[in-house]
């Protein structure tokens, strides 16, 4: 009869398993993006985000981005005004343009986009010198109109956001890279991911 | 008599096993699945990061360098590694980065010791300086190690690549002549002097 | 042996004194000391306040520091000395902030905000940068300094030296210097302020 104990071992390994698997719960997955909202180039993407304010409340923005265009990038934001972008050997730099309709009032800062290329790489959209070019991080709203922050103050100077507008985000690739999909995002686990037509 | 002080023994005994394994299982704090991985390499060997991969492409040093125009001048040496880092799969900056040697000491960004690295797009080659201020007789056993995430070591791939200096260098390194950081770069255009420093021309203008 | 059994109060207490004065020995003589335990030294004299080894040997009040002038109405005192850690890994700026003050009344922050508790600056006296924190096995000439009142700089500096312990962090486990306790204290003289404060530069 005694034997029979020898049963509760794989049981045993198996709760050990996972009650160590509750690290990836508490650590790893809940910042991975993986609540994705897919579309198309072309056509406009409807896209739920949820973010947590100031007093731990669940907000939710919602609004419609249509992914216009990925083309190559001429220029750059210089010191007083745009500058033609100088090549720099192994990089590339696309524009990424989005149209995005979305109430005047829905906080849209911190916004993250990246690029993922036909081979599954990911270049995310990040401020960074690229030769004498400085690139800016991406934004999601125009130049000097902008919402609220999401402290509920505005940026002094700013006009108001229009309801409907367009935006280009810059990435830095190599020069190997084949625009497949872009990828929207403020906070995991919400992106939105639209793919890029041929 | 016998049987008590045969039962006792081997209680002691039991007892002394129990606090001897109690004191070589990992603790609660410990947490050895946490440990960052550590990759070896040495000086031009490209070493995997799991999101991209890090060469060690010079090391220098020197008792000054020059960073935003000003001198760092050092009581002990300036160990300089020039390195680059190319992501494989997503953007990665390295952040961390120390000096060790075999003695347990430990060197860390922390003072006038500084990396100057930006992120590494996939497949876009970062070209990266630390600088870090050590005593001349580390040396001989000096290793640098360079990870990812600076804030948080655990569960990532850490590089550890040995510097092979000798004491030779460390004699060679105090009357060297002070080092101009150069600015982080990517891509894979020549360095050139495009250094963090104002224009050494004289006549003003900035280089 | 037999007195000691005849006399076992007597062994007793002469046990005790002995065990006394070797404890004593060992955890650092009968220096003279301060209420709150930290040790007189004279100046220029090296002190072990964990994880640092400090000599401070003399202050001076000024009114620029490596051509920078004190804001209008202050002005700085700069004591020169050694440091070196003795930790084996690089310590921060915090333990080193905090190992180091003086009575000084009036005094500013970095920030030029009043402090309660005089906070130091440290400064490499070979090229004028700050060091905010070291690592081991340097030995840096430094310039401790602070930022008072004009009127209120005084003519001799007690500076109060302390000392940390490593332990981990109560927050997050984290190996590091805390608890900082007063372990030795100094008198300097304060070599007086210029007589005129110099004209700013660049009027």
Known sequence: MRWRWLLVLPVALALVLVATASRLQVFWWPEQLHDVTTGSQGAPLEVSDAWEDAEGHEQRRDLTVTLLEVVPATQVEGFSGPEPLVPVAGSAVWEVRLRLEVDPEVPLGGCEVSLVDTRGREAAAAGMMLGESSVPGPTCEPEGRTGPQYDGSRLEGDRPRPPTYAVSVLVVTDDDAVPDRVRLWWEAPDVAEISVRD | ?207 | MAIARRHPWLTATTLALAVALLLTTVLGGWARSTPDGAVSVAPGTAVDAMPFRVRLDEAAAGFTLDGRDAEPGQAFIVVTGQIESMAPESVTSTPLTDAITADLSSSYDQFGSPTEVPEPGVRVAADGSSLLGLGPGLLYDVQVTFVVDEDSVPDRLTVTLLEHTRRASALDGDLGWYDAAPVARLTLDVAPLPAVRPEPEGF
């Open chain 2, 1 to 207: 008599m016998g049987r008590g002080l045969t039962t006792g023994l081997v209680g002691l005994g039991l007892l002394a096993t129990g606090s001897l394994l109690q004191g070589w299982l990992p603790d609660d704090d410990a947490d050895p699945g946490a440990e960052p991985h550590v990759r070896s390499g040495g000086v031009g060997d490209r070493i995997d990061l799991r999101t991209a991969t890090v060469t060690v492409d010079e090391v220098l040093g020197t008792t000054r360098v020059e960073q935003y125009g000003s001198e760092l001048v050092s009581p002990g040496l300036w160990v300089v590694v020039r390195y680059t880092v190319v992501a494989t799969e997503e953007n990665t900056p390295i952040t961390f980065a120390e000096l060790g040697d075999a003695d347990g000491r430990v060197w860390g960004l922390v003072g006038r010791n500084a990396n100057a690295c930006t992120e590494s797009p996939p497949g876009l080659a970062a070209h990266c300086t630390v600088f870090v201020e050590v005593p001349p007789d580390a040396l001989p056993t000096l290793q640098l190690r360079l990870a990812r995430l600076s804030r948080d070591t655990r569960f990532d791939a850490m590089a550890e690549i040995d510097l092979g200096l000798t004491r030779a260098d460390a004699e060679a390194f105090a009357t060297a002549p002070a080092y101009a950081v150069p600015a982080p770069s990517l891509g894979d255009d020549d360095l050139g002097d495009d250094d963090l420093g104002d224009d050494d021309l004289g006549d003003g203008e900035a280089s």
